[in-house]
């Protein structure tokens, strides 16, 4: 291809994905969605990574157990309300221990 089509192209997917994501913002700026549909769209990014992250957990390593330990333990801590990094920080040190017995 030549240059200019390669910028033409680039261009043409920017606005493709550019424009369904500014429209709601330009048409509905003003008005106030209900609380529902908000607590529905605060949660789809966590939908979508769990969506993405969980079937990983399976598919770790030959033995479908260590995954298991490492989701429960990220579970656990996550359900008690800590940080983020506390949540990845368990989670390694439950699959370290892991690894170390077997």
């Given at each position: 291809?030549?240059?200019?089509?390669?910028?033409?192209?680039?261009?043409?997917?920017?606005?493709?994905?550019?424009?369904?994501?500014?429209?709601?913002?330009?048409?509905?700026?003003?008005?106030?969605?209900?609380?529902?549909?908000?607590?529905?769209?605060?949660?789809?990014?966590?939908?979508?990574?769990?969506?993405?992250?969980?079937?990983?957990?399976?598919?770790?390593?030959?033995?479908?157990?260590?995954?298991?330990?490492?989701?429960i333990a990220a579970f656990?801590?996550?359900?008690?309300?800590?940080?983020?990094?506390?949540?990845?920080?368990?989670?390694?040190?439950?699959?370290?221990?892991?690894?170390?017995?077997?």
């Amino acid at each position: 291809m030549l240059r200019a089509e390669i910028i033409v192209l680039i261009a043409m997917m920017a606005m493709v994905t550019y424009i369904p994501r500014m429209l709601p913002f330009a048409l509905w700026s003003s008005k106030q969605l209900p609380r529902f549909i908000q607590g529905v769209l605060g949660n789809v990014p966590y939908a979508a990574l769990g969506a993405l992250i969980f079937p990983a957990v399976f598919l770790m390593k030959e033995d479908i157990f260590y995954g298991l330990v490492g989701a429960i333990a990220a579970f656990i801590v996550a359900f008690t309300g800590a940080n983020v990094v506390l949540v990845v920080i368990a989670s390694i040190a439950a699959l370290s221990a892991y690894s170390y017995i077997l």
